[in-house]
């Protein structure tokens, strides 16, 4: 079976109920397709701790980044609310990801369906 963590948005949990990623997940729709039959599991649904706030100077963001890496999720997918509107990626979420790349896990663009995923369910690429 294998373990999926989303990764949001803080600000996105004023507005987003997470239904939609949820739903694309338990579908198979979405960046979810490219897993088929096979058997997944939600093991965390992460949000950052707001805009500014780095892991290893917010030591609640650190807890979380750990918290993952002790799960040994096999891939994590980035929620569309982690893009802004011109397409580019948060810098904090790109920071939170590259530590979990760092560890040898897949990030994943997108959760459901958005104009703005021309890629969705493609691998983020390291840097």
Known sequence: MKKIVMLTCQK????????ACLQAFHSRTGSFAQYEDEELQVVAFMHCNGCGVMPKTDEGLQEKVDRILQIHPDAVHLGVCT???????????ENIYSIFQEHGIPIINGTHNSAR???????????
Do not use: F, H, N, S
Not at 12 to 19: K, L, S
Not at 83 to 93: A, E, F, L, S
Not at 117 to 127: E, H, N, S, V, Y
């Open 83 to 93: 893009m802004y509107k011109d397409g580019t990626r948060c810098p904090v979420i």
């Open 12 to 19: 996105a949990t004023g507005y987003c109920t997470g239904a």
């Open 117 to 127: 995923l021309t890629d969705i369910g493609a691998p983020i690429p390291q840097k």
